[in-house]
Nanobody, 123 residues
């Protein structure tokens, strides 16, 4: 089992930046890929970004490409999502996820979910 705890959500103005963190515990030595999904009010949950254990593979959703950057620190069992040039449509609950491969996560094949952190972008 892997437990995921997100932090760093909050209120930010449009055009601003925010960094989310996700700390993993449990079977963290198993080499899981990690990533982020989000769910906006009234919409379905959608993939945002993922990163492989090595950090080499980093798929992104088209809607965030060039604005968001995912990274990880395996020594700290933590994954980050740096969000810049934020838009009102980025408002959502952001969920940390873990799975076997980054490509699996981008294909919605998720093994573990965090409880989420709310990000609100004011215009």
């Amino acid at each position: 089992q892997v437990q995921l705890v997100e932090s760093g959500g909050g209120l930010v103005q449009a055009g601003g930046s925010l960094r989310l963190s996700c700390a993993a515990s449990g079977r963290t030595s198993s080499g899981y890929a990690m990533g982020w999904f989000r769910q906006a009010p009234g919409k379905e949950r959608e993939f945002v970004a993922a990163i492989s254990w090595s950090g080499v593979s980093t798929p992104y959703a088209d809607s965030v490409k060039g604005r968001f950057t995912i990274s990880r620190d395996n020594a700290k069992s933590t994954v980050y999502l740096q969000m810049t040039r934020m838009k009102s449509e980025d408002t959502a609950v952001y969920y940390c996820v873990a799975g076997a491969l980054a490509s699996y996560l981008s294909d919605y094949r998720v093994d573990y979910w965090g409880k989420g952190t709310l990000v609100t972008v004011s215009s």
